[in-house]
């Protein structure tokens, strides 16, 4: 059974700061996922990917296949990066992790 | 382009009682998905469907929950009877092609308290 942690919990951070969230998974997977859920509640994709990295804007996710790890990167954080990220890992089913609390102070 | 359309928002029963949540998805996805996420936890697949055909189920608790998508379009998840422990946000989603490796695309969610 494939379980998925993220880390840290919790993040607070200062505007224009760099982050980076976490995200381990204990069984080999077909891709990943990368969510946003914004306070009010609605879930945008940010990523899918199997290999290597993607970048839109200031986002930036990689994975680590081997060492089943994946890390999602923020530069020039701003508050309206606030939000629950979530990862989840896909193969045959699709387990998401509990998610990661940013906070961006102005 | 429409996003993935849920109904109701918000819906608040007494234990027991049945209740149904519709999904309309994005025009011409072939897969949709249902999801329940508890506060503080990710979400947890209930069931996929590839066009009509339900091909992950298995977490879907079977005694009281059941679903269709009728014509490979609309979807419908029920509950009877439902449970305090039912209390939840459950999320529709949907994407263009088929299988996991696809970027999925949600609704709002319809917020269930049961009393």
């Known amino acids: 059974k494939n379980e998925v942690e993220q880390s840290p919990q919790n993040l607070t951070a200062q505007e224009g700061e760099f982050i980076t969230i976490n995200c381990s998974y204990s069984?080999?997977?077909?891709?990943l996922h990368w969510l946003q859920q914004h306070p009010g509640g609605g879930i945008v994709s940010l990523f899918m990917l199997s290999s290597g990295k993607k970048k839109h804007g200031r986002l930036i996710a990689t994975i680590n296949i081997q060492e089943k790890h994946s890390s999602l990167h923020i530069t020039a954080s701003h508050p309206r990066d606030s939000a629950v990220y979530i990862c989840g890992g896909s193969q045959g089913n699709l387990i998401f992790g509990k998610g990661t609390k940013l906070s961006v102070k102005p | 382009e429409a996003g993935v359309v849920q109904s109701p928002r918000y819906k608040i029963i007494e234990k027991k009682q049945p209740v149904a949540f519709w999904c309309n998805p994005i025009?011409?996805?072939?897969?949709l998905y249902w999801y329940l996420q508890n506060l503080g936890q990710g979400p947890e697949l209930l069931i996929r469907y590839e066009n009509e055909e339900a091909v992950d189920d298995s977490q879907l608790p079977k005694d009281r929950f059941s679903a269709e998508r009728l014509k490979g379009v609309d979807s419908t998840l029920k509950i009877q009877p439902a449970e305090l422990g039912d209390s939840a946000v459950y999320l529709c989603a949907s994407s263009p092609g088929l299988g996991f490796q696809e970027t999925q695309y949600f609704g709002p969610g319809t917020r269930l308290l049961v009393l």
């Open positions: 025009s011409g996805h072939n897969t």
């Open positions: 069984v080999g997977i077909s891709a």
